[in-house]
Protein backbone atom coordinates (compact mmCIF):
# COMPACT_ATOMS: atom_id res chain seq x y z
CA UNK A 1 0.00 0.00 0.00
CA UNK A 2 1.62 3.65 -0.53
CA UNK A 3 2.60 5.86 1.92
CA UNK A 4 -0.37 8.31 2.77
CA UNK A 5 1.76 11.83 3.94
CA UNK A 6 -1.86 12.70 5.23
CA UNK A 7 -1.66 9.79 7.96
CA UNK A 8 2.17 10.09 9.35
CA UNK A 9 3.59 13.25 10.86
CA UNK A 10 6.80 12.78 9.31
CA UNK A 11 5.97 15.52 6.07
CA UNK A 12 5.52 17.82 8.21
CA UNK A 13 8.99 17.12 10.32
CA UNK A 14 10.74 16.84 7.34
CA UNK A 15 9.69 20.26 5.89
CA UNK A 16 10.00 22.19 8.90
CA UNK A 17 14.13 21.02 9.50
CA UNK A 18 13.68 21.99 5.15
CA UNK A 19 12.36 25.14 5.76
CA UNK A 20 15.06 25.89 9.00
CA UNK A 21 18.07 24.78 7.12
CA UNK A 22 17.42 26.38 3.99
CA UNK A 23 15.71 29.95 4.73
CA UNK A 24 19.33 31.11 5.82
CA UNK A 25 21.88 31.73 3.36
CA UNK A 26 24.54 31.75 5.32
CA UNK A 27 23.69 28.00 5.39
CA UNK A 28 21.99 26.71 2.18
CA UNK A 29 23.09 28.40 -1.27
CA UNK A 30 20.93 27.77 -4.56
CA UNK A 31 19.84 23.62 -4.26
CA UNK A 32 22.23 22.76 -2.38
CA UNK A 33 22.13 20.98 1.17
CA UNK A 34 19.30 18.47 2.47
CA UNK A 35 17.24 16.91 4.74
CA UNK A 36 15.79 13.55 5.67
CA UNK A 37 13.56 11.98 8.09
CA UNK A 38 13.42 8.01 8.70
CA UNK A 39 10.12 6.16 9.70
CA UNK A 40 10.81 2.85 11.26
CA UNK A 41 13.58 0.34 10.07
CA UNK A 42 13.14 0.54 6.26
CA UNK A 43 11.31 3.79 5.05
CA UNK A 44 13.23 7.50 4.82
CA UNK A 45 11.77 10.63 3.49
CA UNK A 46 14.62 12.94 1.76
CA UNK A 47 14.60 15.86 -0.36
CA UNK A 48 14.23 15.44 -4.35
CA UNK A 49 16.99 16.08 -6.62
CA UNK A 50 16.74 19.01 -8.27
CA UNK A 51 14.52 20.67 -4.98
CA UNK A 52 15.50 23.60 -2.44
CA UNK A 53 15.24 23.26 1.09
CA UNK A 54 13.28 26.33 1.17
CA UNK A 55 10.48 25.09 -0.99
CA UNK A 56 10.34 21.87 0.70
CA UNK A 57 6.24 21.01 1.34
CA UNK A 58 4.62 18.41 3.19
CA UNK A 59 3.06 17.20 -0.23
CA UNK A 60 5.77 18.26 -2.24
CA UNK A 61 9.78 18.76 -2.42
CA UNK A 62 10.54 15.36 -1.00
CA UNK A 63 11.04 11.05 -2.24
CA UNK A 64 10.36 8.62 -0.07
CA UNK A 65 12.72 5.52 -0.19
CA UNK A 66 13.68 2.15 0.97
CA UNK A 67 16.96 3.20 3.50
CA UNK A 68 17.49 0.01 4.94
CA UNK A 69 18.05 -1.85 0.94
CA UNK A 70 20.65 1.33 0.35
CA UNK A 71 22.12 0.86 3.62
CA UNK A 72 23.05 -2.89 2.97
CA UNK A 73 24.10 -1.71 -0.39
CA UNK A 74 26.25 0.55 0.81
CA UNK A 75 28.01 -1.64 3.05
CA UNK A 76 28.52 -4.50 0.89
CA UNK A 77 30.06 -2.15 -1.66
CA UNK A 78 27.78 0.80 -3.68
CA UNK A 79 29.54 0.05 -6.77
CA UNK A 80 30.40 2.93 -9.65
CA UNK A 81 28.44 6.61 -9.76
CA UNK A 82 26.46 5.51 -12.56
CA UNK A 83 25.36 1.97 -10.98
CA UNK A 84 24.66 3.65 -7.52
CA UNK A 85 22.55 6.55 -8.87
CA UNK A 86 20.10 4.26 -10.35
CA UNK A 87 19.99 1.76 -7.27
CA UNK A 88 18.87 4.58 -5.14
CA UNK A 89 16.06 5.77 -7.85
CA UNK A 90 15.26 2.04 -7.66
CA UNK A 91 14.72 2.35 -4.20
CA UNK A 92 12.26 4.93 -4.37
CA UNK A 93 8.56 4.09 -2.91
CA UNK A 94 5.01 5.13 -4.40
CA UNK A 95 3.27 7.93 -2.09
CA UNK A 96 -0.31 8.51 -2.48
CA UNK A 97 -1.44 11.78 -4.28
CA UNK A 98 2.29 12.84 -5.01
CA UNK A 99 4.12 12.12 -8.60
CA UNK A 100 7.29 10.39 -8.10
CA UNK A 101 10.45 12.29 -7.27
CA UNK A 102 14.16 11.02 -7.91
CA UNK A 103 15.68 11.01 -4.56
CA UNK A 104 18.95 13.73 -4.45
CA UNK A 105 22.34 11.60 -4.73
CA UNK A 106 22.87 12.18 -1.11
CA UNK A 107 20.28 9.84 -0.03
CA UNK A 108 22.89 6.95 0.51
CA UNK A 109 24.76 9.04 3.38
CA UNK A 110 21.47 9.87 4.76
CA UNK A 111 20.65 6.31 4.76
CA UNK A 112 23.53 5.63 7.14
CA UNK A 113 23.18 8.12 9.96
CA UNK A 114 20.46 8.38 12.54
CA UNK A 115 16.85 9.23 12.49
CA UNK A 116 16.90 13.09 11.28
CA UNK A 117 20.12 14.04 9.22
CA UNK A 118 20.56 17.60 8.43
CA UNK A 119 23.04 18.83 5.76
CA UNK A 120 24.26 22.00 5.28
CA UNK A 121 26.60 24.02 3.54
CA UNK A 122 27.62 26.28 5.83
CA UNK A 123 29.34 28.98 5.22
CA UNK A 124 31.20 28.48 9.22
CA UNK A 125 31.77 24.82 8.81
CA UNK A 126 33.18 25.26 5.54
CA UNK A 127 35.59 27.54 6.59
CA UNK A 128 36.93 24.65 8.41
CA UNK A 129 36.39 21.81 5.47
CA UNK A 130 38.33 24.32 2.78
CA UNK A 131 41.53 24.80 4.42
CA UNK A 132 44.55 23.31 5.23
CA UNK A 133 44.73 23.75 9.05
CA UNK A 134 40.55 22.97 9.19
CA UNK A 135 40.92 19.88 11.11
CA UNK A 136 43.25 20.66 13.81
CA UNK A 137 41.23 23.83 14.19
CA UNK A 138 37.68 21.45 14.27
CA UNK A 139 39.11 18.77 16.83
CA UNK A 140 39.91 21.58 19.12
CA UNK A 141 36.42 22.61 19.15
CA UNK A 142 34.61 19.47 18.34
CA UNK A 143 37.01 16.57 20.24
CA UNK A 144 34.25 14.23 18.75
CA UNK A 145 33.31 15.28 15.41
CA UNK A 146 34.33 12.96 12.70
CA UNK A 147 36.09 14.88 9.96
CA UNK A 148 36.22 12.92 6.36
CA UNK A 149 38.52 14.28 3.52
CA UNK A 150 36.97 14.98 0.35
CA UNK A 151 35.49 12.61 -1.34
CA UNK A 152 33.03 13.23 -4.21
CA UNK A 153 29.13 13.13 -4.05
CA UNK A 154 27.67 10.13 -4.32
CA UNK A 155 29.39 6.11 -3.65
CA UNK A 156 32.45 7.75 -2.77
CA UNK A 157 31.44 9.57 -0.18
CA UNK A 158 28.91 7.39 1.05
CA UNK A 159 31.81 4.70 1.76
CA UNK A 160 34.00 7.21 4.12
CA UNK A 161 31.06 8.07 5.77
CA UNK A 162 29.81 4.01 6.43
CA UNK A 163 33.21 3.56 8.72
CA UNK A 164 32.20 6.43 10.49
CA UNK A 165 28.83 6.26 10.58
CA UNK A 166 26.15 5.67 13.89
CA UNK A 167 22.47 4.66 13.14
CA UNK A 168 21.67 5.90 16.49
CA UNK A 169 22.30 9.41 18.88
CA UNK A 170 23.51 12.28 17.86
CA UNK A 171 26.80 12.90 15.22
CA UNK A 172 28.36 15.35 13.51
CA UNK A 173 30.33 15.30 10.46
CA UNK A 174 32.47 18.19 9.18
CA UNK A 175 32.80 16.71 5.09
CA UNK A 176 35.89 18.36 3.58
CA UNK A 177 35.12 20.79 1.20
CA UNK A 178 31.61 20.44 0.87
CA UNK A 179 29.79 21.07 3.82
CA UNK A 180 27.85 20.03 7.49
CA UNK A 181 25.63 16.89 8.25
CA UNK A 182 24.29 16.46 11.67
CA UNK A 183 22.10 13.62 12.93
CA UNK A 184 19.78 13.36 16.03
CA UNK A 185 16.80 11.02 16.89
CA UNK A 186 14.42 13.82 16.56
CA UNK A 187 14.36 17.19 14.24
CA UNK A 188 14.20 19.46 17.42
CA UNK A 189 17.53 17.61 18.54
CA UNK A 190 19.14 18.32 15.01
CA UNK A 191 17.83 21.08 14.65
CA UNK A 192 19.62 22.46 18.04
CA UNK A 193 22.65 20.35 17.72
CA UNK A 194 22.99 22.12 13.62
CA UNK A 195 22.58 25.72 15.58
CA UNK A 196 24.69 25.01 18.03
CA UNK A 197 28.05 23.78 15.80
CA UNK A 198 27.14 26.87 13.48
CA UNK A 199 27.36 29.45 16.15
CA UNK A 200 30.52 27.10 18.31
CA UNK A 201 32.71 28.19 14.56
CA UNK A 202 31.44 31.50 14.55
CA UNK A 203 32.31 32.47 18.33
CA UNK A 204 35.42 30.34 18.19
CA UNK A 205 36.54 31.74 15.34
CA UNK A 206 35.38 35.38 15.99
CA UNK A 207 33.89 35.59 12.34
CA UNK A 208 31.97 38.46 11.16
CA UNK A 209 28.50 38.90 10.40
CA UNK A 210 27.58 37.29 7.08
CA UNK A 211 26.37 40.07 4.60
CA UNK A 212 22.82 39.90 4.24
CA UNK A 213 21.99 38.69 0.60
CA UNK A 214 20.87 41.26 -2.15
CA UNK A 215 18.16 40.11 -4.80
CA UNK A 216 19.76 40.87 -8.49
CA UNK A 217 19.39 39.69 -11.73
CA UNK A 218 23.03 39.30 -13.18
CA UNK A 219 25.77 39.69 -10.52
CA UNK A 220 24.99 41.23 -7.11
CA UNK A 221 27.02 44.73 -6.11
CA UNK A 222 28.61 42.87 -3.58
CA UNK A 223 29.85 39.80 -5.82
CA UNK A 224 30.78 42.09 -8.15
CA UNK A 225 32.99 44.08 -5.83
CA UNK A 226 34.66 40.72 -4.71
CA UNK A 227 35.15 39.30 -8.06
CA UNK A 228 37.07 42.24 -8.91
CA UNK A 229 39.36 41.96 -5.67
CA UNK A 230 39.66 38.15 -6.66
CA UNK A 231 39.39 38.47 -10.68
CA UNK A 232 37.21 35.59 -12.57
CA UNK A 233 40.21 34.10 -13.95
CA UNK A 234 41.42 32.92 -10.26
CA UNK A 235 37.76 32.09 -9.31
CA UNK A 236 37.75 29.59 -12.41
CA UNK A 237 41.24 27.82 -11.86
CA UNK A 238 40.94 27.96 -7.67
CA UNK A 239 37.62 25.75 -7.21
CA UNK A 240 36.81 25.14 -3.22
CA UNK A 241 33.46 23.08 -3.79
CA UNK A 242 31.32 21.22 -5.50
CA UNK A 243 29.02 24.25 -5.80
CA UNK A 244 31.32 26.01 -7.19
CA UNK A 245 32.49 24.10 -9.86
CA UNK A 246 28.18 23.72 -10.67
CA UNK A 247 27.30 27.23 -10.34
CA UNK A 248 30.47 29.31 -10.82
CA UNK A 249 31.35 28.78 -14.80
CA UNK A 250 32.63 31.35 -16.80
CA UNK A 251 29.19 33.04 -18.09
CA UNK A 252 27.80 33.36 -14.69
CA UNK A 253 31.23 35.35 -13.56
CA UNK A 254 30.25 37.45 -16.78
CA UNK A 255 27.02 38.32 -15.18
CA UNK A 256 24.67 35.66 -16.60
CA UNK A 257 23.13 34.67 -12.82
CA UNK A 258 20.07 34.63 -10.90
CA UNK A 259 19.91 34.25 -7.32
CA UNK A 260 21.07 30.80 -7.22
CA UNK A 261 24.62 31.81 -8.46
CA UNK A 262 24.21 35.09 -6.41
CA UNK A 263 23.77 32.73 -2.92
CA UNK A 264 26.73 30.18 -4.06
CA UNK A 265 29.17 33.06 -4.96
CA UNK A 266 28.36 35.10 -2.05
CA UNK A 267 28.79 31.85 0.14
CA UNK A 268 32.74 31.46 -1.51
CA UNK A 269 33.85 35.18 -0.96
CA UNK A 270 32.82 35.14 2.71
CA UNK A 271 34.47 32.01 3.27
CA UNK A 272 38.22 33.50 0.91
CA UNK A 273 37.67 36.49 3.11
CA UNK A 274 37.64 35.08 6.56
CA UNK A 275 40.13 32.86 5.73
CA UNK A 276 42.57 35.58 4.14
CA UNK A 277 41.92 37.39 7.45
CA UNK A 278 42.79 34.26 9.89
CA UNK A 279 45.47 33.87 8.24
CA UNK A 280 44.02 30.23 6.41
CA UNK A 281 45.32 28.24 3.89
CA UNK A 282 42.52 27.66 1.14
CA UNK A 283 42.36 23.66 0.17
CA UNK A 284 41.27 23.72 -3.60
CA UNK A 285 40.21 20.87 -5.44
CA UNK A 286 42.18 19.00 -7.57
CA UNK A 287 41.61 18.85 -11.57
CA UNK A 288 40.22 15.21 -11.45
CA UNK A 289 37.84 16.59 -8.74
CA UNK A 290 36.23 18.87 -10.69
CA UNK A 291 36.31 17.19 -13.76
CA UNK A 292 34.33 14.55 -12.09
CA UNK A 293 31.35 16.29 -12.31
CA UNK A 294 31.16 16.55 -15.66
CA UNK A 295 31.40 12.78 -15.82
CA UNK A 296 28.13 12.08 -13.25
CA UNK A 297 24.77 10.28 -14.46
CA UNK A 298 22.77 12.27 -12.25
CA UNK A 299 22.87 15.11 -14.21
CA UNK A 300 25.99 17.28 -13.36
CA UNK A 301 25.34 16.64 -9.67
CA UNK A 302 21.80 18.15 -10.58
CA UNK A 303 22.25 20.56 -8.59
CA UNK A 304 21.19 18.52 -5.50
Not at 60 to 89: H, K, M, Q, T
Not at 95 to 113: M, N, Q
Request: net charge neutral; hydrophobic share 40%; charged share 20%.
Amino acid sequence: MPFDPELDKAPELLARAARAAGSRPDLTQGGGGNVSVKIGAERMLVKASGSQLKDLTPRSGWALVNYGNIRRRIASGPGGEDEFSDYICSQALPVKGLRPARPSIETGFHALLSTVVIHTHSVYANILNMCEEGHRLGKELFPSAEFVPYRSPGPQLCSAINDRARSSGPQVFFLANHGLAVAHAGVDGALELNEKVNETIRRGLSLPPYPAPAAASGLSAHNAGRLAHYGARFMLEHVLSPDQALYCGPAELEGRCGPAENEVLAALFYILDCMAALKLTPRFLTRADVAYFDTMKSGRYSRK
